[in-house]
């Protein structure tokens, strides 16, 4: 069956180190991968996207790797802020269908000072 | 530029009633999608909209619907509510119709069903 999976565990660091969160899927083929940011009510945040055909992308502070081989993506916050703490979602394409992103449970990341 | 606007923002509804949900996408914006989550759920796509035609559907029963006016604002409507319909419902907004997008979400409309 189809399935995204994140970290299931809560993911608590401390300020200044680099926070690792995991997005593992079965099957499916996405063309590319989306993560956002989400704060206790509010809505998704779009953070970064990673096409297939690409092994890693960086914004600012943040990195993402998209491995199609491992059907793994790796989201990374370096240099980590109270600021960071929020719940993170990673997303991808259905083959293309149109507007449809499936989303996975997402982690929630607390950085403490 | 505003971002995406849901009203109302909380809804209160007792079962077998039906409730209309509205969206005001992004300036611009020509493609609207609507999603339900729940804590053991998660984000669940509902469906999608571009130019007042629906071009996608999620694995939901008839009692939702939707549509998407000349101005790209958009509605959804749950029918003879049930008590699993209690959700967030949130509403993304996105520039074109390519399919890889980044989308742009409001707060979403807080429903609770009695």
């Known amino acids: 069956s189809q399935k995204i999976e994140q970290n299931s565990e809560a993911l608590n660091i401390q300020e200044g180190k680099t926070a690792t969160l995991t997005c593992n899927y079965t099957?499916?083929?996405?063309?590319?991968l989306q993560w956002y940011r989400q704060d206790p009510g509010r809505g998704p945040v779009f953070l970064l996207l990673?096409?297939?055909?690409?092994k890693e992308k960086r914004k600012e502070r943040l990195k993402v790797t998209f491995d199609t081989t491992l059907k793994q993506s790796l989201f990374h916050i370096t240099a980590s802020q109270p600021a960071d703490s929020a719940t993170y979602l990673c997303?991808?394409?259905?083959?293309?269908?149109?507007?449809?992103?499936?989303f996975g449970q997402g982690t929630e990341l607390s950085v403490k000072p | 530029k505003a971002g995406v606007t849901q009203t109302p923002r909380y809804l209160i509804k007792t079962r077998g009633q039906q409730v209309t949900l509205s969206c005001s996408p992004i300036?611009?914006?020509?493609?609207v999608s609507w999603y339900q989550q729940t804590p053991g759920q998660g984000l669940q796509f509902l469906f999608e909209?571009?130019?007042?035609?629906?071009?996608n559907k999620g694995n939901f029963p008839g009692r939702f619907s939707g549509r998407q006016f000349s101005n790209s604002r958009s509605e959804m409507n749950v029918s003879t509510l049930e008590l699993g319909d209690s959700a967030l419902y949130l509403c993304?907004?996105?520039?074109?119709?390519?399919?890889?997008?980044?989308?742009?979400f409001g707060d979403g409309t807080r429903l609770s069903i009695l």
């Open positions: 990673i096409r297939e055909n690409e």
């Open positions: 300036s611009g914006h020509r493609s």
């Open positions: 993304a907004s996105s520039a074109g119709a390519e399919d890889n997008q980044p989308q742009h």
């Open positions: 909209y571009f130019s007042e035609t629906q071009r």
């Open positions: 099957n499916y083929s996405p063309a590319y």
């Open positions: 997303a991808l394409d259905n083959n293309n269908q149109g507007g449809k992103l499936i």
